[in-house]
């Protein structure tokens, strides 16, 4: 059905957070879900092996630039969703990933001197548009954001990503303690046990908003393979640059 790959550079960012907040929730409305983790840290993967069977999930590892595109393509036929989580880091991954996906989600900490991560995958998705005609759907997710506070440097992330035209989620993903305890357990959110430190019902509430806003952008359109999908010739990007 549709492809979303979560995607900024630098590490800590918050994409395997988001990837795994998106997953839980899906699952959460009985979508069957496969993850590609294609971190060599294997955040993801490890969370998975410590965690109850989910038989509605599945998670690659271990997948690489050379085999990413022959899984996509396997996996998109057969499951509801294929989420790619990815390295933070340059890699060649990354233009091999945004090329596959239905939408590209970037997470960016609510705080300037963390934008540049994020930076470079805006970069590769303009690039790709302007110089090849690929239009690749995308979004930001600030991340980590205080729940208390509105701070002055995630306004002026917010207005830079504004002025340039940056579609920006109208819900940021909040610096919660449960979030942290989901991979600490190795549980979805919804299982986690006891008193969270991060508040467990806002903490659901939050990535419950954050599923719908995702699932309400993939649209209907998403139930179908794009025509491009396969056809894609992506042009070469140094993403160092
Ligand atoms: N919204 C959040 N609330 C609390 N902790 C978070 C949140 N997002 C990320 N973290 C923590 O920050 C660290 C890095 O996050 P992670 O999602 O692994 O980032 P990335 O995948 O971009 O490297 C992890 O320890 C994670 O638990
Ligand atoms: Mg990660």
New binding site residues.
Partial sequence: MAVITFA?TK????????ALLLTTELLHRNYRVCVIDADPQR?FSRWYEGAALMPRLTVDTYVSAPTIQKIVHERRSQWDFVIIDLP?IQSPLLASAVGLSDHVIV?IQGSSMDAQGGAQVLDLLRYLDRKAGIRIPHSVVL??VNPAITTRSMQAVKRLLCEQEIHVLDTP?????A??EM?DMHRPLRKLEGPQS?GGEKAIANAEAFASEVLSLIGTGAAQAPAYASTRRMPAFDTAA
């Fill in positions: 900024n590490g800590g960012a918050g994409k395997t957070t988001a955040w933070g997470p991340s980590r993903i909040a610096e919660r303690g979030f942290r991979f991060g």
